[in-house]
Nanobody
């Protein structure tokens, strides 16, 4: 049974930083691509960052230069380092795994940036 558990969200002032973590279990983590999405109230869920099983990364234009996705395969964990946070980064952040045409989602963690 695949489980993805996010942590690290919270309330931070604009300009601050947070690091989100997503711990995976029940899957072959090292062979899975991983991604972070976010969803603000009244908006569609959007891709924030993606990392392939080989470590290649891609980012939404809105977070390039501020966010960094990384993975630690021995720990079965993917991270999202978020710097220079803005009020518009406020959203629920979700972790997603991608392997063999199957996608799994975590329950989400809330990030609130006060201006």
């Amino acid at each position: 049974q695949v489980q993805l558990v996010e942590s690290g969200g919270g309330l931070v002032q604009a300009g601050g930083s947070l690091r989100l973590s997503c711990a995976a279990s029940g899957m072959i983590f090292r062979l899975s691509a991983m991604a972070w999405y976010r969803q603000a109230p009244g908006k569609q869920r959007e891709l924030v960052a993606h990392i392939t099983s080989g470590g290649g990364t891609d980012y939404a234009d809105s977070v390039k230069g501020r966010f960094t996705i990384s993975r630690d395969n021995p720990k079965n964990t993917v991270y999202l380092q978020m710097n220079s946070l803005k009020a518009e980064d406020t959203a629920a952040y979700y972790c997603k795994s991608e392997f063999s045409h199957r996608n799994y989602w975590g329950q989400g963690t809330q990030v609130t940036v006060s201006s």
